[in-house]
């Protein structure tokens, strides 16, 4: 066991002179997962709009429109309505860039609407704020739709009287017609939401993905050996030779463990990812440790030279992490590509991050991916660890 330290503490310090190791570990993932999480990670920032509201009618019919949809969205935070005094001061509101979006009720909308007119409201939207243009529209839609609910349920009931309504008696009808609640109701129901954020996913996908360059260091050293000429001597030493074969993977083992807790650490500090439970994580974190140097062990060891050997783990490694959606969500496409991913470690870690994400996940729900993780770098790793032997002891 002695010698295995020695001989994985040789590889590690060469790896580490030569920046190597640090920079395919640590420094790759970490600057794409920010990089990625700026371009593509959107923000956690509340939405907030600033709306312009000029209401030239001053009827009791566009009062609801302010104190109801308006007010909501007032309420839920997500925007502030100005009151403007005319609906070219609202305009002037969103030219000047005070205003993301405004609603303009014009001058006899009410009395319009009374006499089953036609009648319209004007929204005016920046150039830059569609968005916001679009929660406007949609406000003023819904007030649209209620009112004209309203008024069918007034014709409705009209033409069911024996005589003409009075005027009052269309006030009443109206008014009884508003009350009225919706026979649909929809709740909120508070659920915990198994789906890591975009910052967590690009520095979990970019770690899982570089992990399979990084375990691939030991096994390629043992090719390195044999290729500058000290395998032979170090098999002639009076150590066994599954004492080498330990040591490579010692060292694979060592370096894929501190480079993804440092990736860990680095991203949660730097970049605001959220792995969660720490021992859930590291969990995770072990078994994509396994499956990495499993399956680059298995895929090296049928290499004939270090290039070849090199080239071999690159194309498994990136078409591994296509398929287990290290780049974008698997649910985008086609369902066989989902089935396919399950063969893939990266798969599985991510989904295991997706776990953690609920607030109440603990490490017992993670027993389906770990138990893959560490099954896949077992089977790879003993036909690949059993290959490197006899690499050795032919040497």
């Known amino acids: 066991m002695r010698a295995a330290l020695v001989i994985a503490a040789k590889d590690l310090r060469q790896r580490l002179r030569d920046r190597t190791a640090i920079v395919v570990a640590v420094i790759a993932p970490f600057g794409l997962a920010a990089i990625f999480s700026m371009l593509l990670g959107g923000t956690d920032d509340p939405i907030s709009f600033t709306y312009a509201y000029a209401d030239a009618d001053g009827s009791e019919i566009t009062a609801g429109l302010r104190e109801g949809g308006l007010a909501a969205l007032e309420e839920a935070g997500i925007a502030t309505v100005v009151e403007a005094d005319s609906p070219d001061a609202a305009r002037d509101l969103v030219d000047d860039g005070e205003a993301d979006a405004a609603l303009i009720v014009p001058s006899g909308f009410g009395a319009a609407l009374v006499a089953g007119q036609g ?11 569609g968005f916001a243009t679009q929660v406007l529209g949609a406000v003023a839609e819904g007030f649209v739709a209620e009112v004209e609910a309203v008024r069918l349920s007034v014709a409705t009931a009209a033409e069911a009287l024996a005589e003409p309504p009075s005027p009052e008696r269309f006030a009443e009808l109206a ?8 026979p649909i109701r929809v709740e909120p129901v508070a659920v915990d939401v198994r789906q890591m954020s975009s910052t967590t996913f690009y520095a979990a996908s970019m770690a899982i993905f570089f992990l399979f360059f990084t375990a691939q260091f030991g096994v390629l050293s043992l090719l390195a050996e044999r290729r500058v000429g000290t ?15 330990l040591g490579k993977a010692i060292g694979s083992f060592v370096l894929g463990i501190v480079a993804m807790a440092v990736l860990v650490t ?20 072990l078994g994509a440790v396994l499956s990495a140097m499993g399956i680059t062990a298995l895929i090296a060891t ?10 071999w783990n690159s194309i498994v490694a990136v078409t591994m992490g296509i398929l287990g959606g290290t780049f974008f969500d698997l649910g985008q496409g ?4 989902a089935i396919l991913s399950r063969i893939t470690p990266h798969a599985w870690f991510l989904e295991g991050l997706d776990i953690l994400s609920a607030p109440s996940a603990g490490p017992a729900e993670l027993a389906v991916p770990v138990a893959f993780l560490v099954g896949i770098g077992l089977v790879t790793g003993a036909i690949g660890l059993a290959r490197a032997r006899s690499l050795v002891v032919r040497r």
């Open 119 to 129: 009648a319209d409201l004007e929204i005016v939207g920046s150039t830059d704020a």
């Open 175 to 182: 008014e009884r017609a508003a009350a009225t609640s919706s």
């Open 231 to 245: 395998l032979p001597r170090l098999a002639a030493a009076p150590i066994p030779s599954w004492s080498i074969v």
């Open 266 to 285: 680095a991203s949660s500090f730097l970049l605001g990812a959220e792995w969660g439970n720490p021992f859930g994580v590291a969990l995770l974190v």
């Open 302 to 311: 049928l290499a004939r030279t270090e290039e070849q050997a090199g080239g």
């Open 334 to 337: 086609p369902e066989a590509l």
